[in-house]
């Protein structure tokens, strides 16, 4: 689809633009913040130099995107309150050392939209902030992989931390889909069908869950559990 120039003119374009871009400022600072708050939690020297990397990504993220911001010449806006609420959750559980409570929330679930996000808006944006969000959504795709080899990594066949993961993942889920449904009006403006949105959110969410590896029955909760607070946040 080819993008139509004169949208950057329009208001409520540049609005849902603002709002876009404050999000995944917030999300970026998010990261580089707790990802060396997990160093500790490291052993492995190849994860260690990957997990440094990732915190070197995450700064140069959130220069792109400040960068558009100003090539776009869009106002500084609030992030939204489960933006914030993120903020809160993440480095809360990184400075209490619940290191599985903090990468479910912080790369799982928050790096998971972003990953979402960036895929599906690329197409709906300017050539020039679309490379940004491409370029930005396959370092994403590296440290989700990167994460969950360190959540499988630290859970290995414990069934008390198989437990911890669980429950922190369903306390974590409103927050989650509050921040996709904060997406709708952003969605409206960009003409992105936001019923496809969520749903490819989900449906990146539960590959996710498949990938750790767990036994069955754990990730069959994981799913149900997702798909209760997806019924109740229609
Ligand atoms: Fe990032
Ligand atoms: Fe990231």
């Known amino acids: 689809m080819e993008f139509k120039s004169e949208l950057l003119d329009s208001p409520g374009y540049r609005e849902a633009l603002a709002a876009m871009l404050a999000q995944f400022l917030l999300g970026e600072e998010i990261s580089f913040t707790a990802v060396p708050m997990g160093l500790e939690f490291i052993t492995n020297e190849d994860i260690l130099r990957q ?26 806006v609030e992030p939204v309150e489960a933006m914030h609420r993120f903020n809160d959750v993440v480095i809360d ?3 209490k050392r619940d290191i599985i409570g903090g ?3 912080g790369c799982f679930m928050l790096e998971g939209a972003a990953f979402s996000t960036l895929l599906t808006h690329c197409d709906t944006v300017d050539p020039k902030l679309s490379a940004v969000f491409k370029e ?6 590296r ?8 959540l ?8 008390a931390k198989m437990e911890a993961l669980v429950e922190v993942h369903r306390e974590t889920l409103p927050m989650l889909f509050s921040l996709f449904q904060s997406f709708q009006a952003i969605n409206n403006e960009l003409a992105v069908d936001n019923e496809w949105f969520t ?7 539960s590959q996710r869950i498949r990938r750790l590896h767990l036994p069955n029955h754990i990730a069959k909760v994981m799913l149900t559990d997702t798909m209760a607070v997806a019924q109740s946040s229609k």
């Open 93 to 95: 559980r990184m400075r």
């Open 51 to 76: 997990i440094e990397e990732q915190l070197e990504d995450e700064k140069r993220h959130h220069k792109m995107f400040a960068a558009e911001r100003v090539r776009l010449g869009l106002p500084t």
């Open 103 to 105: 990468v479910i929330s």
């Open 152 to 159: 499988r990594d630290i859970v290995g066949d414990d069934a």
């Open 136 to 141: 930005i959504v396959a370092d994403e795709a």
């Open 199 to 205: 749903m490819r959110c989900l449906f990146h969410h």
């Open 143 to 150: 440290h989700i992989s990167l994460n969950i080899s360190v």
